[in-house]
């Protein structure tokens, strides 16, 4: 994500979603996080790559979130139109909750010429979205996307233990944050992952820190309860998450 080695990782993050998004940029430098900026629409990508056109540890991906398909399908044309000038894709994925599933089949078409396009350009790195469609992404991922022409990182990844496996196969990565660790299930699940494939995400403003939105260093908090989670000391996790990010970043 950035020559200058990064102390914090935080692999999805909406910082045009904070009122002080000039003044989050420069925290992420000042700390040291590498940071990417997600968007919703393609609309907002100008803007953002403007606000962090002199962050060390800032990039944007370019995204079409599901959830907002429903009303912006037609911003594919625009999306395609800027892949060419995009590193990191989304967010961008699939959403099978209850207050989206109107819209599905309506995402899953997007989502294929995402897909599709990413494959044309080779190179790009995506941030997917998977709410209760795990099995469907990584379907779409199979057969659109190999791994030789784009690698994905499943974003807040609640999928089941074999789904894991089944895109660990594929080549995913699996960005994790705090409140994943909150609930059991997913504890496990993130317990089972790859130690090679982690990393680190607030998704903030969308979680909380002492009753406040999450910011990007915040991540810092999460790193020794994680390193618990998998029997390493915080150190050696906070290392092997930069030594990952490295990894999916290198070509």
């Not at 991540?219 to 309860?225: G, K, L, Q, T």
């Not at 390193?227 to 990010?245: F, I, K, Y």
Request: aromatic share 6%; glycine share 6%.
């Amino acid at each position: 994500m950035s020559p200058i080695v990064p102390r914090l990782i935080d692999m999805h993050c909406h910082l045009d979603l904070y009122p002080d998004h000039p003044a989050l940029i420069e925290e992420c430098d000042r700390h040291q996080v590498a940071t990417l900026a997600v968007t919703t629409t393609p609309k907002a990508w100008r803007r953002n790559i403007e606000l962090a056109s002199r962050s060390s540890h800032v990039r944007v991906a370019l995204g079409l979130h599901p959830q907002v398909v429903a009303e912006r399908k037609s911003e594919i044309a625009l999306w395609e139109a800027l892949l060419p000038e995009a590193t990191y894709v989304g967010e961008v994925g699939l959403d099978a909750g209850p207050r989206f599933y109107r819209s599905f089949e309506d995402q899953k078409a997007v989502f294929e010429r995402v897909l599709s396009a990413c494959a044309e350009a080779g190179g790009k790195i995506l941030t997917i979205h998977s709410v209760r469609a795990v099995g469907q992404v990584l379907g779409h991922l199979e057969s659109l996307l190999p791994p030789d022409r784009g690698r994905a990182v499943m974003h807040w990844f609640t999928g089941t233990k074999a789904e894991a496996r089944r895109a660990a196969e594929l080549g995913c990565y699996f960005s994790v944050n705090a409140q994943m660790l909150l609930q059991p299930r997913h504890r496990e699940v993130v317990a089972a992952l790859p130690m090679n494939r982690l990393l680190s995400e607030t998704d903030g403003p969308f979680t909380q820190n002492d009753g406040r939105p999450s910011r990007p260093a915040d991540v810092s908090r999460m790193i020794p309860e994680l390193a618990a989670l998998r029997g390493v000391p915080a150190e050696t996790m906070r290392r092997a998450l930069v030594d990952n990010l490295k990894a999916l970043v290198t070509p």
